[in-house]
Structure formats: structure tokens, C-alpha cells
């Protein structure tokens, strides 16, 4: 078995100079399956670019002009051009060596094909319109939210709460959970601590979401202290208190109605061990810092925003706590 | 000299400048940075996070979910995205805005420098589930994990001393998983600036965590079966560009060896 590793370089628009866009080199058609275009490691220090000078050109006139230079590249593997350097214009360099014959662009890369154009039209509608808050934004972050969301596809805080660049340090993991301190290092504190030490964050907000996986997992779980092959078991444990509230006070209901009211008891679970953090304890009590939590309904595009009353919580005594400032919105 | 009052230091402080009239330059400097902190301390009291977010959702179920309702109505049915992505928890660079991803297009895990542990369900639990869930369930197709420029994450990896002394509680701790690339920068590029060093390290650190995807024995088979691909990504918000390439991964024909003959193949 082996590893090699191509380079597929996504056109970039860079103020100064153009377009540029390399693509793979040496291509083995014996020794590879035909799905994919590949060459070994060794060979990747060879690597021949292809610049294409010239802002007028479209991201489809690029594909054309990139197969018509593959095509000379079988017949003439020693092809070399001066590049122009000064002027807009059609230029081809070939740094390197006789190349063996290349085969199609494979269809699997389409998707990132779908992905270059969408960069390229993020940093023509956005990125330049707005160089100036970007090269701001190059130079350090200051974000006034931290938010902890859950990786389910449909639930991106960018999207559902409009956070621009700059705004949002974002977390995301299985059912938006946050492990309380007595678990030791995880990824999900190693963000809290960067994002209230070392950024200085006002709000920390917990967003759940109606029909999670991960909480499903949790509410279906059999035993939740048997030992299990699966990581996502080992992993939604972390919010047992939540289930062993929600099975209390909902035990009549179906399981999806349980897993309803789990999510949302599992994003109160998370604010409370939040505050096991000495230094988030510390400045909530001091004012500097405030906890929400907000579920997001798919179904019906709502969202109920509430916030953790820490002069009304007494975490430590047997997990009370109460909110304040609900709000719904639709 | 402790005043209570804005007046009596103002006072005090012009006292003080009559009589040493070479200290101008120096109170001036030193009010415009007071008058600049003061500023943003008063920007952030008119700031309300309540309506900022209000906002933001109301301007999403505008724009988004009222003018799209087959995509959504279809999501709340289930998800199936192509997608997962590994990004940074860095404000700066949500793939939703560079890639413009659509809701149900991609799980997306974000941490601190968008690093991948290798398979451990004792240390490293959330990022096996989150792996295991998109593999296993959601059968994504491809996993991307994306670095970034100016990345604190693997600045703090860089800066970190050698002799294991913490300065975090838990930051030093998480980085390390990618000491191996910096390990890698350090004897590469040993001479280089600190900048450029941190620049190298972001990349490398992408692929130590493609590495560490192949340690998950699902996204082995996915591999060896073909139905994922995993691929490394990076964004530079300096320049405004973005790299991505592949990890291949596959199986060179066999070599025949015999006694009468002994048969390389191309690919040897």
C-alpha cells in the first residue's frame, strides 16, 4: 500500500497577480485505478504549474484552457513558454520534466470544482468588498460571542444566527455538549479556555436543535454505563444528567418526545457545568460574562433564546438553577 | 496622587504640563491610547447580544428558510450531507461563508486549529463520535479538514516550550496533538522566522490530522471501499486565497516473483 499525496490547487484570485492553478503532474495509469488522478510522494517536489494571467477570464474558460494544455503536454512533455510577467495575457510555464501520459480529470473532483467556483465568488462579493474589515480582521479577532453548536448539518450558527466573520467563536460537536471540568482535557475546554482567557468573550451561548442524533443516542441508549465499541456512546454519556432529568419528568411520553425535551434539558445540562469552570465561575460572577442558551426548531424555523440567572443558581446544590430573559422568536 | 474625580486629574495633569512642557508628546500619546480604550469599552456597553442575534435569525428566516422551503422542508426529514468538515473555531473563517455552504451540506466539527486525534475513546471521545457518526451514519462521502493562516492554536503549539511546561490548563494540552508537524517545521525550517515557521506548521498540521483520520478503522475500510476520500484544505485570509489537495491512498499491483524471473512492476 501506499500514500501519495497530489496537490490540486483551487483557483485563487490574489489582487496582485491573477489566476493561478496547478494541477496534478505525473499520472501512472497502470498503476492506479482509473476513479483517480495520483503520483507518488517522490514526484511531488516536481511540480508543474499552470498560470493563466488575465482577470477576464471565467472560472469555465479556465477548465477549457486547462484541458486544451494538458492535450500539448502528451505530445510535447518539454513544452515551455516565457511567462509574461507585466501585461494580462495567456501564459504557460511548465516547470519540470518529461511527464507520462495523463489521464481525464476524474468526475469525483466536480464537487470541488463546486467548491473553487464558491470561493472564488465569496472573495469577489465579499472578500474584496470588504478588504479592508478582512485585513482588520488578519490582524487578530475579537469576538463577542463564544458559541457551542452541534455538527448536524443543518445547524451552522453562521447561517441560522447571521454571524458575520469576526463575530462567533464557534465549537461545534456531537449534541452541543459541554463536559463539566471534573472530566479533564477534551477538545470542547480547550476552546472555553482560549475563548474566555485569552479572547475575553462577553457571552457564551449553548444552541440546540430539534431532531439531534446525538441526543437521540443518548435517550436510546440501553445501559449507559456498559463499556461499548461505539465512540458516540462514550462521547453523549457526558449529558446522563440531562437524560436521568428527562426520563424523571417524562417518562409517560414517547421516546421522541423525550428526546424533545431532552435537548433542550441537555443545553441547561451544559450552562450548568460550564459554571465547574473556575475562571468562567469567576467572571460570570463578576459580570463580565453571561451564559445563554437557545434551541433552534427546524420544523418550524423557531428559535427560543433564555439566559442563565446566576444570582438565582446554586449549580453546586444538587444542579438548581433558573433562567431569565426568554424569549421566542418566529 | 490618587483623584477620584475626572476634573482634579485633568487639572492635576495640565499642572503638571505647564511645568514640564517637554512631557507633552507623551501625555498626548498616552490620552489618545486611554481616549481608544475608552472608546471601545463604551462600544461594547451599547452592544446588546440579545438583538444581534434576534436579528440574525430573524434576517435567516427571511432570506433563507421562507425563500427556500423544499430544501428545509426536506432537511427536517434528516440530513444527508456530502460533507465533513473539520475547521477552526477561529471567528474568521467559517466554511459556511468561504465555501458558502448550504444547511445539509456538511457536518462540520470545529475546534481549537482544526486538529483530528488519533482513535482513542478514552481521551478523545467527542472527535471519534463525531467521526463515527458521519461515517458510520451519515455516510458522508468526503472528510475535509481545513487550516488556516494566523491560527492561534498552532501558534500556541509553536511557542510552547520544549521541556513540557504548561501555561493552560487544558490549550498546551489539545495542540500537542500536532507536535509531530511541529516537530517537522522546526527541523526543516529551524531558521526561519517565527511567522513563516507558523505558517508551514498550519499546513503540516493538516496532514498530521489526515494521518490521524486513517487511525479510525471505519475510515479505513471507507478508503480501501472507495466510498470516501479524505482532503486537506487551507485559508489564507491574508491573501485571500485557498489550497486544497488530496490524501490518495490505494493499492499498487502485486509483485511477482519467481524463480526464473523476477517481475517489477512500474509503480515499484
Known amino acids: ?199 475575553e468573550v462577553e457571552n457564551i451561548l449553548v444552541v440546540g436543535h430539534s431532531c439531534c442524533g446525538g441526543i437521540h443516542a443518548l435517550m436510546s441508549m440501553q445501559d449507559e454505563m456498559s463499556s461499548s465499541s461505539s465512540f458516540i456512546k462514550s462521547w453523549v454519556v457526558v449529558g446522563k444528567a440531562a437524560r436521568l432529568r428527562t426520563i424523571a419528568a417524562v417518562s409517560d411520553l414517547n421516546l421522541d418526545q423525550q428526546c424533545r425535551h431532552c435537548e433542550k434539558e441537555s443545553i441547561n445540562r451544559s450552562l450548568l457545568n460550564l459554571l465547574t469552570y473556575p475562571w468562567i465561575e469567576d467572571r460570570v460572577e463578576k459580570g463580565m460574562l453571561s451564559l445563554h442558551g437557545g434551541y433552534y426548531d427546524f420544523a418550524d424555523c423557531t428559535f427560543e433564546k433564555w439566559t442563565l440567572d446566576c444570582k438565582g443558581c446554586r449549580p453546586k446544590v444538587a444542579g438548581e438553577y433558573s433562567i431569565k430573559n426568554r424569549e421566542f422568536w418566529s | 496622587m490618587a483623584n477620584d474625580s475626572y476634573e482634579e486629574a485633568i487639572a492635576a495633569l495640565q499642572q503638571l504640563l505647564s511645568e514640564k512642557a517637554e512631557l507633552g508628546p507623551v501625555a498626548a500619546a498616552k490620552i489618545d491610547r486611554i481616549t481608544g480604550e475608552l472608546q471601545s469599552i463604551a462600544e461594547r456597553k451599547n452592544f446588546d447580544p440579545v438583538e444581534r442575534l434576534k436579528n440574525g435569525f430573524i434576517h435567516f428566516k427571511r432570506e433563507k428558510f421562507e425563500k427556500n422551503p423544499n430544501l428545509f422542508n426536506k432537511l427536517t426529514k434528516g440530513q444527508s450531507p456530502k460533507f465533513m468538515v473539520f475547521a477552526c473555531s477561529d471567528s474568521r473563517v467559517c466554511p459556511s461563508h468561504m465555501l458558502d455552504l448550504q444547511p445539509g451540506e456538511a457536518f462540520m466539527v470545529r475546534n481549537i486549529a482544526n486538529m483530528v486525534p488519533a482513535y482513542d475513546k478514552i481521551r478523545y471521545s467527542g472527535a471519534g463520535a463525531a467521526i463515527e457518526y458521519a461515517v458510520l451514519h451519515l455516510k458522508v462521502q468526503e472528510i475535509v479538514v481545513i487550516g488556516h493562516s494566523c491560527c492561534g492554536g498552532i501558534k500556541g503549539l509553536m511557542s510552547t516550550p520544549d521541556d513540557g511546561t504548561t501555561a493552560s490548563e487544558f490549550i498546551e494540552d489539545w495542540v500537542k496533538i500536532c507536535l509531530a508537524a511541529k516537530t517537522k517545521v522546526k527541523a526543516e525550517s529551524g531558521d526561519s522566522k517565527f511567522g513563516d515557521q507558523c505558517t508551514k506548521c498550519e499546513k503540516a498540521a493538516v496532514n498530521v490530522s489526515l494521518g490521524n483520520l486513517l487511525t479510525y478503522p471505519f475510515v479505513r475500510e471507507g478508503l480501501v471501499k472507495n466510498t470516501l476520500a479524505l482532503k486537506g484544505g487551507y485559508y489564507d485570509f491574508v491573501k485571500g486565497s485557498f489550497e486544497l489537495w488530496s490524501l490518495d491512498v490505494g493499492l499498487s499491483p502485486s509483485l511477482y516473483v519467481s524463480s526464473e524471473n523476477l517481475y517489477f512492476s512500474e509503480s515499484a
Open chain 1, 1 to 199: 500500500m501506499y500514500l501519495s499525496m497530489f496537490i490540486w490547487q483551487v483557483a485563487t484570485l490574489s489582487p496582485q497577480v491573477g489566476i493561478k492553478f496547478s494541477i496534478p503532474t505525473q499520472f501512472n495509469p497502470k498503476s492506479r485505478p482509473p476513479r483517480r488522478m495520483a503520483y507518488r510522494s517522490s514526484i511531488c517536489r516536481k511540480r508543474r504549474l499552470l498560470k493563466i494571467f488575465g482577470s477576464q477570464l471565467k472560472s469555465w474558460e479556465i477548465e477549457q484552457t486547462h484541458m486544451r494544455f494538458l492535450d500539448s503536454f502528451k505530445r510535447t512533455p518539454t513544452l515551455r513558454l516565457k511567462a509574461l510577467r507585466e501585461s494580462p495575457g495567456l501564459t504557460q510555464e511548465i516547470i519540470d520534466n518529461p511527464q507520462k501520459s495523463i489521464g481525464p480529470i476524474e468526475k469525483g473532483f466536480d464537487a470541488f470544482e463546486e467548491m473553487r467556483h464558491r470561493f472564488l465568488s465569496f472573495k469577489k462579493d465579499k472578500y474584496l468588498e470588504n478588504l479592508e474589515h478582512y485585513q482588520t480582521l488578519a490582524r487578530g479577532q475579537a469576538p463577542k460571542f463564544m458559541v457551542i453548536a452541534c455538527a448536524d448539518s443543518r445547524v451552522c450558527p453562521s447561517s441560522i444566527l447571521g454571524f458575520q466573520p469576526g463575530e462567533a467563536f464557534v465549537v461545534r460537536n456531537v449534541a452541543n455538549l459541554v463536559p463539566p471540568h471534573e472530566n479533564g482535557p477534551t477538545e470542547t475546554n480547550a476552546a472555553l479556555e482560549f475563548a474566555v482567557n485569552s479572547l
